[in-house]
């Protein structure tokens, strides 16, 4: 009785769970373990679109700790269709921190390890309300175009797609 009281409200839980965030597609991240987000590393991520009526709002993710020597992040993105066709490609300038306090901006995550101190997760927007044109896998690629070839102090860059609310 107990093990399937257990397992019932468990599962419940995991419902609600579920629920909570029912506008999200995609949310999936790229870990760089040491730290280090090489120039020559692009992040790539694919998402399966299947509902071409629905408009969805594209965002980027990034964790950096205060390491990071910026202030800001520019990154190229590009978004291709499943036969490769280059549907869009911009330059994008994020803000992490205050340009003259240094003061970090996004949200305190968990530490990120012995020595290395918080973590700060950042989502800025990359498109808003944008509609897929045919059912398919869209890649979506991001690299990082800042003037040194490694950024230390980036953990993880990723994609959020949502549902937008109409």
């Known amino acids: ?11 419940l839980g995991l419902s609600l769970l579920a629920a909570c965030d029912s506008s999200r597609v995609v949310e999936e991240y790229v870990d760089y373990t040491e ?8 992040a790539n991520f694919e ?3 299947r509902d071409t009526t629905q408009d969805y709002n594209i965002y980027f993710n990034v964790r950096n700790s205060i ?4 202030y800001n992040l520019y ?12 549907l869009r ?21 968990s530490p990120a390890g012995e020595g290395i101190g918080l973590l700060y997760t950042h989502q800025f927007p990359l498109l808003n309300t944008y509609k897929f044109e045919s059912a ?9 175009y800042m003037q ?18 109409k």
Not at 35 to 42: A, I, L, T
Not at 136 to 144: E, K, L, V
């Open 75 to 86: 990154i190229q993105y590009e978004l291709s269709d499943s036969s490769g066709r280059l």
């Open 136 to 144: 398919g896998t869209y890649t979506f690629r991001f690299n990082q």
């Open 148 to 165: 040194p070839d490694t950024l230390p102090g980036i953990y993880n860059v990723g994609i959020r797609v949502e549902k937008a609310k």
């Open 67 to 70: 390491a990071y020597p910026f």
């Open 1 to 11: 009785m107990y093990i399937k009281n257990f397992l019932l409200f468990g599962i």
């Open 47 to 49: 998402v399966d679109i």
């Open 89 to 109: 490609s911009n330059l994008q300038e994020f803000t992490l921190m205050h340009a003259k306090t240094g003061e970090p901006f996004g949200e305190t995550a």
């Open 35 to 42: 730290g280090n987000w090489y120039y020559d590393s692009v």
